[in-house]
């Protein structure tokens, strides 16, 4: 599912605000270990983000990518907004931005994701983050993850995925050493007994 898409759907899958935990045998590396937030599932496909890979510039560096200011002007954010969490959110479209966030704040671009969660990806929020007016709670992602109709589907069922509702708390959490293990957590299910059940399969 293209992000385009995600402004258009009326139809909710099952799969809409779920959490998407991959499996120990996960063949494509770009899923390895990750935790996926779908925002959109239909059968048009799908369309989530990745929220626990780090990613290696910081947001002083995407404003001053998008001249939004200068390097002096960065310097002067407060370290709380300096230290604002990029993350990679997935394979599909790597430069360019998503932010997820909580509906506290709303442009005309925002899309709802879910009753408490909004997706917006104009420079307005941007501009409201380093401004102090931004949402409570934030996350920026490059780039998101995105399957065509059926695709995922076929995935979980051939054991490339487990999926439970997700967990605000840990979608906004800034802390990504264990988030894997965290949302594994609220399955009740450890990596080793992943790793022990995929062993015998």
């Not at 590396?29 to 890979?53: D, E, L, P």
């Not at 510039?57 to 990518?65: A, C, G, P």
């Not at 104009?122 to 949402?135: H, K, M």
Request: charged fraction near 20%; charge should be negative; proline fraction near 5%.
């Amino acid at each position: 599912m293209a992000f385009s898409t995600l402004r258009d759907k009326c139809e909710r899958g099952f799969l809409d605000g779920q959490f998407l935990i991959a499996m120990p045998g996960m063949k494509d590396s770009n899923f390895a270990r990750a935790v996926v937030y779908i925002c959109a599932h239909s059968t048009a496909g799908a369309m989530g983000f990745i929220i626990n890979r780090a990613q290696p510039i910081s947001f002083t560096d995407v404003l001053l990518h998008l001249k939004l200011m200068d390097q002096q002007e960065a310097i002067m954010l407060p370290g709380d907004t300096r230290d604002f969490p990029i993350l990679a959110g997935g394979p599909v479209e790597t430069g360019r931005g998503f932010v997820l966030h909580s509906d506290d704040f709303v442009s005309e671009s925002s899309i709802p994701v879910s009753d408490d969660i909004s997706l917006t990806a104009t420079l307005d929020i941007i501009r409201a983050i380093c401004n102090g007016r931004g949402p409570a709670r934030a996350t920026m992602l490059l780039g998101y993850a995105g399957w065509g109709p059926g695709q995922l589907e076929l995935e979980i069922s051939s054991n490339g995925w487990l999926n439970c509702p997700a967990n605000d708390e840990l979608i906004f959490d800034r802390a990504l050493e264990g988030k894997y293990e965290r949302a594994l957590a609220l399955l009740g299910v450890s990596p080793e007994m992943l790793s022990s059940e995929a062993g015998h399969a």
